[in-house]
């Protein structure tokens, strides 16, 4: 199966593509993990919801060697499949895990898109489960940052944020893959949007769990293939580009104590409260 990945580091008007092969997602089974995705549909906000739950991954945009000024260190980079025929695509993904001692209460996960961007979908699932729909929205098309072609075009970037109601055990990884539509009416030559990445190495900020892969997805009939889901590195031979990338993800949220701390601290309460009693 041929698959051709687009890169979109160039000018808003030109879109280099490179061949991406795949394999066979039933043959190469050291490359792909098989996801559940338990189907929610959840009401997605865009840029400017103010968030009060604590930031619980931070992979962000780059803010070092951005756009082509910084030349072959550039850091900031698009992905997007081409070869769209619905219901048959493929998606960009990539994942998040949960580092801590605690579970995770997912209340928000922030993506950013370049180029036009229509409606947006957030597809995803605990790793080694099934992948489906947990969010959707239509895209009001506010601008968050620009991003500069190598020819020096500037394109719009907008900041997405899904609003979602995701628990996360400790040590849990989250498998997740942006989906929607738009650029294909721009001449960006595929209708899913493009996704914003960068290479944790070169960004200058916080990359939480970059590991310089990134996930595909087989969607056939509006529903993942979970053999199709896979990882690679940009930065493979064929990969499209010189450097691996991740895409910039935010997670928004709370921990959850164990029952051993919420023990744990239950004793500390009882012991001050013996220590006042006596002091009395």
């Known amino acids: 199966m041929q698959i051709f990945l687009n890169m979109w580091h160039t000018s808003c008007n030109i879109l280099l593509r490179h061949p991406y092969f795949l394999g066979n997602p039933y ?4 490359m792909f993990r098989s996801s559940c995705i338990t189907v929610a549909l959840l009401t997605a906000a865009l840029s400017g919801t103010v968030i009060a739950a604590p930031l619980l991954v931070d992979r962000g945009l780059p803010t070092a060697n951005l756009n ?18 619905s219901p048959d695509y493929w998606l960009v993904g990539d994942t998040f895990t949960n580092t801590s001692l605690q579970t995770w209460n997912i209340d ?3 993506l950013w898109t370049v180029g036009k961007t229509d409606t947006t979908v957030l597809r995803g699932g605990v790793d080694g489960s099934t992948i489906g729909v947990i969010s ?4 009001a098309d506010p601008s968050s940052s620009l991003y500069q072609g190598s020819s020096g075009s500037m394109i719009a970037m907008h900041q997405i944020d899904f609003a979602v109601n995701i628990t996360l055990g400790a040590g849990q990884t989250y498998d997740f893959f942006l989906d929607g539509t738009g650029s294909a009416a721009s001449g960006q030559g595929t209708s899913v949007p493009f996704v914003h990445a960068s290479n944790a190495a070169l960004s200058g900020s916080p990359q939480d769990g ?25 930065s493979d031979p064929g990969g499209g580009w010189d450097k691996s990338s991740d895409v910039n993800v935010q997670v928004f949220g709370n921990a959850i104590p164990e029952p051993a701390s919420l023990a744990l601290f239950g004793l500390a309460l009882a012991a001050l409260a013996v220590s006042r009693r006596r002091k009395v």
């Open 136 to 139: 959707d929205a239509t895209y």
């Open 68 to 85: 082509n000024v910084a030349g072959s260190n550039r850091s900031n980079v698009a992905w997007a499949f081409s070869a769209y025929t």
């Open 27 to 30: 043959q190469e089974t050291s």
């Open 210 to 234: 970059a590991d310089n892969l990134m996930l595909f997805a087989n969607v056939l009939g509006g529903v993942v293939d979970p053999l199709s889901v896979g990882a690679w590195s940009s």
């Open 108 to 110: 928000l996960i922030r």
